[in-house]
T-cell receptor, first 115, second 113 residues
Framework: DTEVTQTPKHLVMGMTNKKSLKCEQH?????MYWYKQKAKKPPELMFV???????INESVPSRFSPECPNSSLLNLHLHALQPEDSALYLC??????????????FGPGTRLLVL | DQQVKQNSPSLSVQEGRISILNCDYT??????FLWYKKYPAEGPTFLIS?????DKNEDGRFTVFLNKSAKHLSLHIVPSQPGDSAVYFC????????????FGKGTRLSVIA
C-alpha cells in the first residue's frame, strides 16, 4: 500500500480566513513533504519534515505554517493568504529523506482557491 | 539554472506505437532518477525509477534507460494506450545526500486512438 491521503479535496477561502490542510500516511514513512503546484508547472517544494522535525523550509511566506504532530500526520495551516496562493497543494512521503534512493509517494492534493 | 530538463513540452503518439520521453540533467551528483505521471488536478503517481548502477529498468510497458555519460534518461512506453495521456515528470536526487527531489518541467503526452 503506497497511499497518502489528503483532506479536503477542494477548499475555497477568503483572504482573512484561517484553514488547515491535512495529510496522512500509514506506510511507516519518516519523511513528509508539502509541495505547491501551479498549472503547467512542476511541483514546487515548500517544506520537508524528517522524523517529525522541520528539515527544509524553502523560504515560504509565514502565512503558511506547517505542523507534524506525529509520524503519520502532516498539517499545513493557512492564514491571510493571497489570491496568488491559489494552487494544488500536494503532500508526499518517503521512507527517509529523498536522497538515499528514496521514492516519494504523493497524495491526490488539495485544490485551493483564495478569493 | 535548471538541473533537470525536459525539452519537449508535448508529444503526440498513435495508440499502439512507442512513446519516448526524454530527460537531461546537469548535476553529476544525481544518481537516482524517477518518472511520475500526472493527470490534471491529481497528485503525481510514481511510475518507475532507476539508480545509477543500472542502465535499464523495466516494469511492464514502461522501461527507463539511463546514459550516465550523456546525463540523459528516457522513458519508453510500449504499446502506448489512450489512458497514458498525461503529463510526465522526470525527477532526480543525490543518493548520498539529504536533498529534495528536483523535477523537470514535464512533458504532456497525448496518445491518439
Amino acid at each position: 500500500d503506497t497511499e497518502v491521503t489528503q483532506t479536503p479535496k477542494h477548499l475555497v477561502m477568503g483572504m482573512t480566513n484561517k484553514k488547515s490542510l491535512k495529510c496522512e500516511q500509514h506506510m511507516g514513512h519518516r519523511a513528509m513533504y508539502w509541495y505547491k503546484q501551479k498549472a503547467k508547472k512542476p511541483p514546487e517544494l515548500m517544506f520537508v519534515y524528517s522524523y517529525e522535525k522541520l528539515s527544509i523550509n524553502e523560504s515560504v511566506p509565514s502565512r503558511f505554517s506547517p505542523e507534524c504532530p506525529n509520524s503519520s500526520l502532516l498539517n499545513l495551516h493557512l492564514h491571510a493568504l493571497q489570491p496568488e496562493d491559489s494552487a494544488l497543494y500536494l503532500c508526499a512521503s518517503s521512507l527517509r529523506l529523498a536522497g538515499g534512493g528514496e521514492t516519494q509517494y504523493f497524495g491526490p492534493g488539495t485544490r485551493l482557491l483564495v478569493l | 539554472d535548471q538541473q533537470v530538463k525536459q525539452n519537449s513540452p508535448s508529444l503526440s503518439v498513435q495508440e499502439g506505437r512507442i512513446s519516448i520521453l526524454n530527460c537531461d540533467y546537469t548535476n553529476s551528483m544525481f544518481d537516482y532518477f524517477l518518472w511520475y505521471k500526472k493527470y490534471p488536478a491529481e497528485g503525481p503517481t510514481f511510475l518507475i525509477s532507476i539508480s545509477s548502477i543500472k542502465d535499464k529498468n523495466e516494469d511492464g510497458r514502461f522501461t527507463v534507460f539511463l546514459n550516465k555519460s550523456a546525463k540523459h534518461l528516457s522513458l519508453h512506453i510500449v504499446p502506448s494506450q489512450p489512458g497514458d495521456s498525461a503529463v510526465y515528470f522526470c525527477a532526480a536526487s543525490e543518493f548520498s545526500g539529504n536533498t529534495p527531489l528536483v523535477f523537470g518541467k514535464g512533458t504532456r503526452l497525448s496518445v491518439i486512438a
